[in-house]
């Protein structure tokens, strides 16, 4: 019996150090599984920190490319502004240049036609005092062989 009594005792005390290694890995197990959770929220946190990070800075850049494009716009506008009213004014240069060559043309035309006839008018009265001098010139001679 008294066998029995030791056997059941030390049975006992092999489920209570069972219980105990148990436990023990439990705890490891937990402080294990703790230090990874601990890990891993770093991890996130780090994460959230350099997303906010990138949020801030593409914020920043998205607001100078909009800052860049309206100035880009501005610009655009007022060049399209100059090159259009350049463009009036060649219209303008243009027409007016026109309207000149025309007027030239015509001045042109008009003393072409005075010349023309001031060349009629001279030839005609060369013609004229050509004639006049021959008969002149015959009077004269027939004057001379009268005499």
Known sequence: MQKALAIADLRLHCRESDFACSQ????RTVQEI??????IRDSITANNMELTDFKRHSSSISQQMQSQLTDLREKLTTAFGEITALVKQKTQSD?????DVNTLQQNLSQKTYELEALKKSYSQAHQHLQSSLIQMQTLGDQQVLAC
């Open 24 to 27: 023990v890995q439990n705890n």
């Open 34 to 39: 703790l230090s990874e959770t601990s890990i």
């Open 95 to 99: 027409s007016e240049m026109m309207q």
